[in-house]
């Protein structure tokens, strides 16, 4: 739990706050970003919540905060913020919350689908979330983008009996079980509306999933910069080779999705066309520096 004693001395004075135990992983800034920025290496509550709204959203992000770190003076009935997991984002596309410090606080998503729904990358494994999962049909498969956003997949696989698939190339100690293993380079197929895009270059065996050729969860692979209002790559967590990693970005120029549901980083919601010119403007730039999980 947040500690009032390691509250951050940026934070605004009020109810709300973040403590010297913030990771900077950025889950708060967009599940709550009316109260919640950056300042150095850390989050901070920039403005205090100023209506219900902006409350709810807050305390959203108090559950969603991997690793605890935001805290409050007064005490708050939780049950509205436990009951907005996972949250709506673009008709049957939810965000799941409850980021994992396992994975420096990537995002989950769930695609809810009559044939059965599809998590992407793993949330941490808490009874409100498992309940909600259930309630809406639960999970008849698990997406794992790469190697680094597992978290809890075992626990969710064991509860939910779905079965997982990894890129064999980022298959590791923790996810030797995983049942489906993926190999080379090629699209694959899964549903008429589900595409596994393999995209190498973040780690050997990164992969994007493509729903309804709309929707493209891009792990950390690709992400949107909300300062620059363009997409992104970084450069300096690039575990394989940049080189490749600029190559998967060009090929998904072919692909005329609208949404970018990244693990970090914010999302991204353009029309098909602007996507395709952010994409080609991306990989012009990528031989230049880039930063990690930009603003």
Known sequence: MASVRKRLPANAPGDFYVD??????????????????????????????????ETHRALMAVLACPVAAIGTTAK??????????????????????????????????????PQGSVLVDSPRFTKPLVRRLE????VALMFLTHRDDVADHRKLH????CPRILHRADVGSGTRDVEIQVEG?????????????????????????????????????LA???SRKRLVAWRDVCWYDWDEQTESMARLARYGFEWVLPGHGRRAHLLAREMVVALRDLVGRMPQPTHAFSR
Request: charged residues 20%; glycine residues 10%.
């Open 76 to 113: 708050h009935d939780l049950d509205a913020a436990y009951a907005a997991f996972p949250d709506p984002i673009d008709e049957n596309v939810y965000h799941c919350g409850y980021h994992s410090a396992e994975s420096y606080g990537a995002a989950s998503y769930l695609i809810v689908r």
């Open 224 to 226: 949107w910069d909300a």
């Open 135 to 138: 309630d809406m049909g639960g």
């Open 158 to 161: 064991e509860h939910f009996g």
């Open 185 to 221: 380079v090629e699209p694959i197929d899964l549903d008429r509306d589900l595409t596994l895009i393999p995209v190498p270059g973040h780690t050997r065996g990164s992969m994007c999933l493509l729903y309804r050729e709309r929707y493209l969860f891009s792990g950390d692979h």
């Open 20 to 53: 010297s135990t913030c990771i900077d992983c950025g889950t708060c800034r967009w599940v709550a970003p009316d109260s919640f920025d950056a300042h150095g290496n850390a989050s901070r509550v920039y403005r205090q919540p100023g209506s219900a709204g």
